[in-house]
């Protein structure tokens, strides 16, 4: 087993809106996407602490990359936003082992 950051060209979070969070995982090629393709979605949803109905997923295959959105944990820009550009979620599925 390997940290998924270790094995992709590059794992990014960022806002897709002030409610929701996107993290992108771009795979470099064919043979790491379909390493990465299996990841259950239940693994990231138990990772940022949601239920997995919540989790929404994309596969882009011509692109090589996966992504998924989850709803931020609270609304971006209040008092208690400790990320207010969503940049940090990445590190965390960066270092979830696959």
């Known amino acids: 087993m390997a940290e998924l950051g ?23 090629n064919r043979d790491v996407f379909d390493r990465v393709i299996p990841l259950p979605t239940a693994r990231v949803a138990a990772l940022f602490g949601v239920e997995e109905a919540q989790v929404k997923r994309f596969e882009i295959p011509d692109l090589n990359v996966v992504k998924f959105s989850v709803p931020r944990p609270v609304v971006q820009g209040t ?20």
């Open 6 to 28: 270790s094995i992709v060209e590059k794992v990014r979070s960022k806002n897709a809106g002030p409610f929701w969070l996107t993290i992108d995982i771009f795979c470099g």
């Open 79 to 98: 008092r208690t936003d400790r990320d207010m550009h969503g940049a940090g979620w990445g590190a965390l599925l960066a270092e979830l082992e696959i």
